[in-house]
């Protein structure tokens, strides 16, 4: 599908069609696309956790104001932003520092240089949400991009108690929940709403030097 | 192009060719497909400091590890993330009750509803953060992909000193700087380096219920 068309048809939809699956392939896919999304240092800090029984659709809902898209929607991906996705020992920052190494992007005595830089950018509590929410957003938006262009439909969910989330899913603590994402097909039974406004070029341009 | 193409072929550029400028109408074109992204709430938390005279981008540079790809790209943006862009009187979120209301997300008698919703998701310093640079981020990608689209190439680059980048460009306390965006065309006289490791779906997944 084209680029732009992509973007211009990806809505926040609200009636998922229960009767219209989302195969494991398809969500395989779509994952596997948003992946080549880009993180500071390539350090890739997300994880999704894939919500698709029953029971947990409802122990899912009653977090999140009981959104019924939720039991409607095949697939809820509930999105992790790792806070410690930065600091040496944690096994996929080992493995992009190797990946670094083996590709020439850090020389062998240049650890120690990559390591402090990354403590340097990420390494207060601020500093480390903004780091795991950023890049965790960045694969969020090729996720429901992805899914637009696999003929599928999405929904961005902020309305959830992230602490009650967290206790029903068992979530440690260097995650972050920056949102949730409803997938399956818009449900043509319903109303499509008309589409928001958006800010003018001028609005989003805060000053030109 | 292709969605799938645009996804793959998007790649962060450490060469830019200063001898091919963006012009002004490429970059209010992605900046505008940009917009298009989700936000939370439509709020559209983001906005931009363009970055395209030698002495601002000297100024830049000096904030940002003296990275010469700021020099040699002809714009970066500079990424600002709202982190009062839900509160009521805030002219942009004015507006989105208002466009809310006039198609008919919101009924009259909701505003304090959604005043009080995003209070309650938003209203807080670690979740101010997080709403900004989600949404901001979400805007960014977009960006990224909607430039390669654009067939332009781009670079996020989180290696600059915020406190200095703000005092440089006079940016107001209310927003966070998640990253930096160099706009321009590849260098076809450098090398372009292999890309980098991602994880596989297995390492993306955290768990399935």
Known sequence: ??????????????????DKPVSDEELKG?????????????LQPWQVIVVRSQEAKEKLMAAASRQTKIIEAPVTLIILADMNGWKAGHPMVEKTWANLLDLGYMKPDQRGWFEKGAQKLYGTQEKSLAFAVKNAAFFSMALMLA??????????MD??????????FDIPENF??????????????????????????????????
Chains 1, 2 share one sequence.
């Not at 696999?150 to 961005?156: I, K, N, T, V």
């Open 1 to 18: 599908m084209d680029f732009t068309d992509t973007m211009r048809q990806r809505r926040a939809i609200n009636f998922f069609d229960p």
């Open 30 to 42: 779509i994952i596997e696309t948003a992946s080549l999304a880009p993180s500071g240092l390539n």
């Open 147 to 156: 899914a637009k262009d696999a003929g599928l439909d999405s929904h961005p």
């Open 159 to 168: 309305g959830f108690d992230p602490e009650a989330v967290r206790k029903a």
């Open 176 to 209: 972050f929940i920056p949102l949730l994402i409803a997938i399956g097909h818009f449900n043509d039974r319903s109303m499509l709403m008309p589409p928001k406004w958006r800010k003018s070029y001028g609005e989003v341009v805060h000053a030109t030097f």
